[in-house]
């Protein structure tokens, strides 16, 4: 089964920007960063497809976050922009075997996670 691994996690101010990262093991299908903050549930922040040709944006990250997925490397990035500290949160990169025209958006879409790295983000 393919792992992920997250890295690019870390402390910054608000208005700040911070790229992280996660690479797979393997070729997957539809990729997608999720984020939990303490005491919250697990919410859907961004998605791509297989091709990078589709990508999904939650609401509260649209025009500040962009996904993007380099395939050679089996790696998908976030870059986030404008950080505020409501973004702080484990965020965690999620995986499937899907190879659809459209990336899921519910974390019951993906079967395999990443442990998660933190950004925390200061006032």
């Known amino acids: 089964q393919v792992q992920l691994v997250e890295s690019g996690g870390r402390l910054v101010q608000a208005g700040g920007s911070l790229r992280v990262s996660c690479t797979a093991s393997?070729?997957?299908?539809?990729m997608a960063w999720f984020r939990q903050a303490p005491g919250k549930e697990r919410e859907s922040v961004a998605a791509?497809?297989?091709?990078?040709?589709?990508?999904y944006y939650a609401d509260s990250v649209k025009g500040r976050f962009t996904i993007s997925r380099d395939n050679a490397k089996n790696t998908v990035y976030l870059q986030m922009n404008s950080l505020k500290p409501e973004d702080t949160a484990v965020y965690y990169c999620?995986?499937?075997?899907?190879?659809?025209?459209?990336?899921?958006?519910?974390?019951?879409?993906?079967?395999?996670w990443g442990q998660g790295t933190q950004v925390t983000v200061s006032s």
């Open positions: 393997g070729r997957t299908g539809g």
């Open positions: 999620a995986a499937n075997t899907y190879f659809s025209a459209r990336p899921g958006v519910s974390p019951n879409d993906y079967n395999t």
């Open positions: 791509i497809n297989w091709s990078g040709g589709s990508t």
